[in-house]
Structure formats: C-alpha cells, structure tokens
C-alpha cells in the first residue's frame, strides 16, 4: 500500500459504512478503495481487481465495498460477476443507483428482454436525474443493436435533462442522440448534437470533438504541428 494512501480520501458517506467495522479494518478497507480508484482511473484492471477483492473480503456486508467490486468487474466485461455484486450492493443498501449498471450488464449477457423489462420496472421512477439518463442512453444503445432507431430516439428523450446542459451526464446525453441522428442518417443534426457534447464536456468524457472534425472532414496533421 503507498504511503500517501490514507484512506481518508473517501467521501464521508463511505465512511459511514465503515462505520460498522473495527477501526483497525475499516481504515484498512478504506485504503484498499482508495487504491482500486486510481487504479481504475489508470486502466490497471487487474490491480484494482485484487484491491477491490481485498476489500470485499474483509466488508462483505458493506455496499460500497461490493460495488468496488462490481465495478471492476464490469470494467473487465466480466458482466456476471458484476450483475451479482451490484444486485448484493441493492440488496445491502436498498438504493438503486446502480439500475442503469445492472441494465447494461444484462445486455452484455445477451439477455436483451430481461435488460429491457428491467429497465422499465417501477424502482426507475425513484431514480436520481442523473441516473435517469444513463439508463436512457443503455436502453437506446439496445434499441440500436435491435435496429430499432426511432424508439432508440425516444428513449433519449428525457424532459427534465432539456435544460440541463451543463450537468456532467449532459455531454453523454448529447453525444447518444447525435449517435442515433447519425444512424437514422440525420448528419446536420447529429453535427449540431456533437457540437452540444463538446460544449457540455467540461471534463473530457467524450471524444465529440473527433466526430465533430470526421463530420467536418477536417484532417488533423500531428507532424505538421510539431
């Protein structure tokens, strides 16, 4: 473990969990999360992995370590694993922040009915906003695959995200509709979609300045610049 990991990195609702723990293993599992963040922030999936199951070795009743778990999991493509924990995670906390995950995990699956009954069970009423909109964008990416375009463009079609554009998820949301323009063959409105990507992307999560520039069919010369 590094020395400059404390585990006193985490927000204080992890914190609270680990409340339930002695406080010789909540500091150390509090580290072992620390650790399977940056990992995963620094794509070393397998070390997270052995973190993220260090830690849910020792607070297997705690939900964030679960999820830490889960979410590894999920990274990995490993969406068995990941559906399990994530429902243990429910189970636990009885929160469904973790709906669109599960969702998406079912789609990886192949079990594409059950991903989409659960995506319209009645626990999505009670989600937050932001979760709203990642499960819409999950859904429409199955509607796309099923070729159903026009009902992958419905389910974007979120009212109280219309005027949100500067929300972290906005980008994301932006970047899903310009995909399903861009499929039912609608360029200028995906360019105009991308562009409101770019604008809302203040943290870089999209590459909707490429697709911008390939729309535009403008070449970027690396060596030129140097």
């Known amino acids: 473990m590094p020395d400059d990991v404390t585990g006193k990195e985490l927000d204080r609702g992890v914190h609270q969990q680990l409340r339930t723990l002695s406080k010789e293993n909540a500091e150390g599992v509090a580290q072992h999360l620390v650790m399977v963040a940056a990992l995963l922030a620094a794509d070393d999936l397998d070390g997270a992995l052995a973190h993220a199951e260090t830690a849910a070795r020792r607070a297997g009743r705690v939900p964030a370590a679960r999820e830490a778990l889960g979410m590894v999991a999920y990274r990995m493509g490993d969406y068995a694993r990941a559906l399990s924990e994530f429902r243990t995670v429910k189970r636990l906390s009885g929160s469904n922040h973790l709906l669109p995950l599960m969702v998406d995990c079912e789609r990886g699956l192949g079990r594409v009915e059950r991903a989409l009954d659960l995506a319209a069970s009645a626990e999505v009423g009670a989600l ?63 360019r105009d979609l991308f562009a409101k990507a770019l604008d809302a992307d203040q943290d870089l999560v999209t590459d909707a300045s490429d697709r911008l520039a390939d729309l535009d069919g403008v070449v970027v010369d690396w060596d030129d610049e140097e």
């Open 128 to 190: 937050a906003i932001e979760d709203k909109v990642e499960l819409a964008i999950v859904v429409s990416g199955i509607r796309r695959d099923l070729g159903q375009l026009e009902a992958a463009d419905v389910a974007l079609q979120i009212p109280a995200a219309r005027l949100a554009r500067q929300q972290d998820w906005a980008a994301r949301l932006f970047y899903a509709q310009a995909e399903v323009a861009l499929s039912r063959g609608q360029v200028d409105q995906a």
